[in-house]
């Protein structure tokens, strides 16, 4: 049986019989006026962040879900876009497509303004999506792509990148290791399906999704998830793992490389009102304005006694150049 497989065997049992914060983090869902979760999407809440960002979801976006869990966040988006199919979920294991269902139509009882046609559940996998080219606003994902080993994941970053129209956004929401996860954890199937050994370190889990394709990506929040502790998991030290919201925008990729946002600004503390790098960047004397992680490092080099660089705060949502 192949590391997939047994990923799909144990999400077909955590589809039967709900497991509680098993698989991952139990964190409260996002709430927003007027919608009411039901009570068992609530317990399949196998989510390790959000990939819902409610000041991003004007317009009625066509949301692509992959890996649809309870339907926690299809309901969320689906919230959004109020249209018959706007919110296309996938997911191979049939258990889990039958409780999204049934966790949907109780949903539909529970809030007037849902409509289960809102949600288009589909057979379907991260390495093969039902659906063309270019062809959805936004594919989200959360807590899956960890469990892929790392050549697949580029595979279903691909994937991903080949269905979004020009400009759309890829959001995720994984854990991260803050050091390589040893060999004997990453080989463990059951601890790779119940996402605790196959996430990779922060910097590679970047460098993926910009080797898929895309230009820029934003860093959301950043948290702890998980302690694996010496003993248990046979390890010198304990080994920490965090949670990390993203959004990856289907963009060029700029020639001197892709734009990371990770929250740094840069604060210009010469004597002229402001200052202006001839690249873009213009930085007004005394005000921080927010910069990649690219042209934080640039212009530290560039004037480090007049440019002061922030530390990045994991919370970037918008604003700024690059
Ligand atoms: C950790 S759960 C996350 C569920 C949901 N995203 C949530 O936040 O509650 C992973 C989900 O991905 C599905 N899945 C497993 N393998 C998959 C694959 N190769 N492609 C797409 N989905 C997959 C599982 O059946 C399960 O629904």
Redesign the pocket.
């Known amino acids: 049986m192949s590391y997939?497989e047994t990923?799909?065997q144990f999400?077909?049992e955590v589809?039967q019989t709900p497991q509680v914060g098993l698989?991952?983090v139990q964190s409260t869902p996002l709430q927003l006026p007027g919608l009411n979760i039901p009570s068992k999407m609530q317990e399949?809440?196998?989510?390790?962040g959000t990939t819902v960002h409610p000041t991003e979801l004007g317009n009625q976006p066509t949301v692509l879900?992959?890996?649809?869990?309870?339907g926690?966040?299809a309901l969320q988006f689906a919230y959004f876009s109020r249209r018959p199919g706007a919110v296309i979920a996938?997911?191979?294991?049939l258990e889990?497509r039958q409780a999204?269902a049934r966790n949907l139509e109780i949903a539909a009882k529970e809030n007037p303004w849902f409509d289960t046609s809102f949600v288009e559940i589909r057979e379907?996998?991260?390495?093969n999506l039902p659906v063309p080219d270019d062809s959805v606003d936004i594919v989200a994902?959360?807590?899956?792509f960890n469990?892929?080993e790392p050549e697949d994941l580029t595979r279903?970053l691909q994937e991903a990148y080949r269905v979004l129209k020009p400009g759309g956004r890829l959001q995720m929401?994984d854990p991260i290791a803050t050091r390589p996860i040893p060999e004997h954890l990453r080989k463990d199937e059951q601890l790779r399906a119940m996402?605790l050994s196959g996430a990779l370190p922060y910097e590679e889990y970047i460098q993926r999704i910009i080797s898929a394709g895309f230009g820029q990506v934003e860093i959301r929040d950043r948290r702890p998830y998980r302690l694996l502790d010496s003993q248990t998991y046979n390890l010198q030290e304990n080994l920490l793992l965090e949670s990390l919201d993203s959004v990856a925008f289907k963009v060029i990729i700029p020639e001197d490389g892709a734009c990371v946002f990770t929250g740094k600004t840069a604060i210009y503390a010469g004597s002229e009102p402001f200052f202006d790098d001839e690249a873009g960047h213009v930085l007004p004397r005394g005000i921080p304005a927010s910069v990649c992680d690219k042209t934080a490092a640039k212009l530290a080099d560039f004037m480090p006694d007049k440019i002061m660089i922030t530390d990045s705060t994991w919370h970037y949502n918008g604003g700024g150049c690059c």
């Open positions: 997939l990923a799909a999400y077909s589809a698989c991952c399949m809440n196998y989510g390790c879900y992959v890996g649809v869990g309870g926690l966040e996938v997911d191979p294991v889990m999204a379907g996998d991260a390495f994902q959360n807590c899956l469990i892929f279903a929401s996402c």
